[in-house]
């Protein structure tokens, strides 16, 4: 959980949010709690197009969850206090950090697709190409290719 909340504290700052948000940023790498804390992140750089402090994040995250037990209250005013200490990674360690989190849940995602499939829950692979579409753009591989010239010319 150390890493969420480091990357939680790096998405704070806006130019990294902007450069990293959405599709690179999906909820599923963070546990239940602090999903609702990234949404209310997410909310807050739309909103403000600032970056925030921990407790800029934590008013708005209360402002919006007003129906929370107290117990709730309390185990997010913890985690609040975890985020505050936290200090924000280097930019570079935060987009190699979150980039291979984001291969490990895509690399999930298809691994159970591949699961449902052997077991007979599905009956196509559209699901495995709707990942592939959605993602592509993320993938692809970082190669330079040199092209020899075949032409008529060169022989």
């Known amino acids: 959980m150390m890493h969420e909340l480091a990357l939680l504290r790096t998405m704070m700052d806006k130019d990294f949010y902007d450069d990293h948000k959405g599709i690179r940023f999906p909820d ?11 949404q209310t992140l997410e909310y807050a750089m739309e909103k403000y197009e600032q970056s925030v402090t921990p407790a800029t994040l934590e008013a ?30 280097s930019k570079d360690v935060a987009s190699d950090v979150l980039s291979k989190l984001f291969q490990r ?43 020899d010239d075949i032409s008529m010319d060169t022989y």
């Not at 599923?28 to 990234?38: A, E, G, S, V």
């Not at 995602?109 to 993320?138: F, P």
């Open 105 to 147: 849940v895509v690399g999930e995602e298809v691994a159970n697709i591949g699961i449902d499939y052997v077991n007979g829950k599905l009956h196509s692979m559209e699901a495995l190409r709707n990942i592939i579409s959605s993602y592509q753009d993320d993938f692809m591989p970082n190669l330079k290719v040199e092209w």
């Open 60 to 89: 708005l995250f209360f402002a919006n969850n007003g129906t929370l037990t107290t117990a709730n209250k309390e185990v997010f005013r913890d985690l609040f206090k975890k985020i505050d200490r936290e200090t924000a990674l």
């Open 28 to 38: 599923k790498l963070f546990t239940k709690d602090l999903r609702k804390i990234k």
